[in-house]
């Protein structure tokens, strides 16, 4: 099993900067990657980030690039979400998500392990 502890949520305004971290513990794989989702209230969970843990290779959505920005510290196996420029439709439940092999935008849920998510709030 894998688990994904998150952390960094808050509450800020308009144009303000947060970082979110999520540290992988568990189960030991030879290939693993790491990205990040959201949820708004009353919608779907959506794609943020990505990142290819052994190339470093990462994939943005289109709502967040040139403002977001994921890395990641291997002797932590940690990832951070480095959020700038925010905007309230930003505000929503960040999660982490881990998936063996590639970074893959799956479909299915099923195929990620999930952090407990973290709450981002951004007024106007």
């Known amino acids: 099993q894998v688990q994904l502890v998150e952390s960094g949520g808050g509450l800020v305004q308009a144009g303000d900067s947060l970082r979110l971290s999520c540290t992988r513990s568990?189960?030991?794989?030879?290939?693993?990657?790491m990205g990040w989702f959201r949820q708004a209230p009353g919608k779907e969970r959506e794609f943020v980030v990505g990142?290819?843990?052994?190339?470093?290779?990462?994939d943005y959505a289109d709502s967040v690039k040139g403002r977001f920005t994921i890395s990641k510290d291997n002797t932590k196996n940690t990832v951070y979400l480095q959020m700038n420029s925010l905007k309230p439709e930003d505000t929503a439940v960040y999660y982490c998500?881990?998936?063996?092999?590639?970074?893959?935008?799956?479909?299915?849920?099923?195929?990620?392990?999930w952090g407990q998510g973290t709450q981002v709030t951004v007024s106007s």
């Open positions: 990142i290819d843990w052994s190339s470093g290779n990462s």
């Open positions: 568990g189960r030991t794989f030879s290939s693993v990657s």
């Open positions: 998500a881990a998936a063996l092999g590639p970074w893959v935008r799956y479909t299915d849920p099923k195929l990620y392990y």
